[in-house]
């Protein structure tokens, strides 16, 4: 790249607007844990009579695909084709999820519906003051789901499934919450295989289950999840963490997502890049991780580079930032416009 970093950003951008203008068609191979998303909006003004917590007078419910699923709505929304391997419970919430990628146009044909098992339910209560504020906070998360682990078979189904797919892939997204669909034998199988293939592997995995992503392309951390590592292996800064973990795991690159503080990527071609967040106002940070694995997978798979894909990964999580909660999901059209005002934004300074 040239020593303009102004220069080389705004060549950036434009070829990521265009990516995303022209990306129709392009598969990717997405296998990882689904859930419900549930949120319940009120106004909490009065304290319990009996406990210090909040009374929460519901107004509104709503609810969405969240974790794979998430990512699947993501891409289709930039006009891919999904060969989406996942599973969820024979019961209510996993009917709403079927409905919701219904919705938004996911192929389902590979997810396995399993009788007589919960689907994963995330269920929030925001509340703000009624007259007095706007902006809800968060008062409570519960978690709902099951009790048993997944069977082997199944995992084992869905990995080979996957597996068949990648042949008419052009990206494979490993979206792991430890609940079963992936497993570390299974992941290993995944990443090898686009290997071979020579497609990139976007893996967004638990800290305490990396070893599932060796080899992979790149993998997604949370800014705070890395400094957890830091301090565990007692290294001087965030960015010597990084160059370990990459030679340790075999990674080509860390995408770090740091909120309001930006996204970093840490690469073994050269020094970590900071890409601070421009996004006007943060309101909530859900489904960010969705967002950017979805954005890695349409950028890399379309032959760009690691740093175009961190950045369109960075204007995907200023789009999620800015959102109102419910309402994360990235697409096409609003990111193009996030990209064109930053584009913008550049040249108006640049005068």
């Given at each position: 790249m040239e020593?303009?970093p102004?220069k080389n950003?705004?060549?950036?951008?434009q070829?990521?607007?265009?990516l995303?203008r022209?990306i129709e068609?392009?598969?990717?191979?997405?296998?990882?844990?689904?859930?419900?998303d549930?949120y319940?909006?009120g106004?909490a003004n009065n304290?319990?009579s009996?406990?210090?917590?909040?009374?929460l007078?519901?107004?509104r419910?709503e609810?969405?695909?969240?974790?794979?699923a998430h990512?699947?709505i993501?891409?289709t929304?930039?006009?891919m084709k999904?060969a989406?391997?996942?599973?969820v419970?024979?019961?209510?919430?996993?009917?709403?999820?079927?409905r919701s990628?219904k919705?938004?146009?996911?192929?389902?044909?590979?997810?396995i519906s399993i009788?007589e098992?919960?689907?994963l339910t995330?269920i929030r209560f925001?509340g703000?003051?009624?007259s007095l504020?706007d902006?809800?906070q968060?008062?409570?998360q519960?978690?709902?789901?099951?009790?048993?682990?997944?069977d082997?078979?199944?995992s084992s189904?869905?990995?080979?499934n996957a597996?068949a797919?990648?042949n008419n892939?052009?990206?494979l997204?490993?979206s792991?919450y430890d609940?079963?669909?992936?497993?570390?034998?299974?992941?290993q199988?995944?990443?090898?295989k686009?290997?071979e293939m020579?497609?990139?592997?976007?893996?967004?995995?638990k800290l305490?289950g990396?070893d599932k992503?060796?080899?992979?392309?790149?993998?997604i951390?949370?800014?705070r999840g890395?400094?957890?590592?830091?301090?565990?292996i007692n290294?001087?800064?965030?960015?010597?963490?990084?160059?370990?973990l990459?030679?340790?795991?075999d990674?080509?690159g860390i995408?770090?997502l740091?909120?309001?503080?930006?996204v970093?990527l840490?690469h073994?071609?050269?020094a970590?890049?900071?890409m601070p967040c421009?996004?006007?106002v943060a309101?909530?940070?859900?489904?960010?991780?969705?967002a950017?694995?979805?954005?890695?997978a349409?950028a890399?798979?379309?032959?760009?580079?690691?740093?175009?894909?961190a950045l369109?990964?960075?204007?995907a999580c200023e789009?999620?930032?800015?959102?109102?909660?419910s309402?994360?999901?990235?697409?096409?059209?609003?990111?193009?416009?996030w990209?064109?005002e930053?584009?913008?934004?550049?040249r108006i300074?640049?005068?």
């Open positions: 020593d303009d102004i950003r705004e060549e950036s951008l070829r990521l607007i265009s995303l022209s068609g392009n598969q990717v191979t997405l296998i990882g844990d689904t859930m419900l549930r319940h909006h106004f304290l319990n009996t406990a210090p917590v909040p009374v007078k519901i107004t419910s609810e969405s695909a969240g974790a794979s990512i699947a993501g891409l929304s930039f006009g999904v989406f391997h996942t599973c419970g024979q019961d209510s919430e996993g009917d709403a999820v079927l990628l919705k938004s146009e996911v192929d389902d044909n590979n997810i009788p098992r919960k689907t995330k925001f703000s003051r009624e504020l902006r809800e968060i008062l409570l519960a978690d709902r789901g099951p009790n048993e682990p997944l082997r078979k199944i189904m869905l990995t080979t597996i797919s990648m892939s052009c990206a997204v490993i792991d609940k079963g669909v992936v497993s570390e034998k299974g992941a199988e995944l990443i090898k686009a290997n020579g497609i990139p592997s976007i893996v967004d995995p305490t990396l992503s060796e080899g992979a392309t790149v993998v951390f949370e800014k890395l400094s957890l590592l830091t301090r565990r290294a001087k800064d965030d960015e010597e963490t990084g160059k370990i990459l030679e340790q795991y990674w080509e995408l770090v740091g909120g309001i503080d930006g970093y840490h073994k071609d050269g970590s890049i900071h421009m996004a006007p309101r909530q940070q859900i489904g960010m991780h969705d950017a694995a979805a954005s890695l349409a890399l798979g379309a032959d760009l580079s690691l740093h175009d894909a369109l990964a960075s204007a789009c999620v930032l800015s959102a109102s909660t309402q994360e999901y990235i697409d096409s059209e609003t990111l193009t416009l990209l064109d930053l584009s913008w934004q550049m300074s640049d005068r």
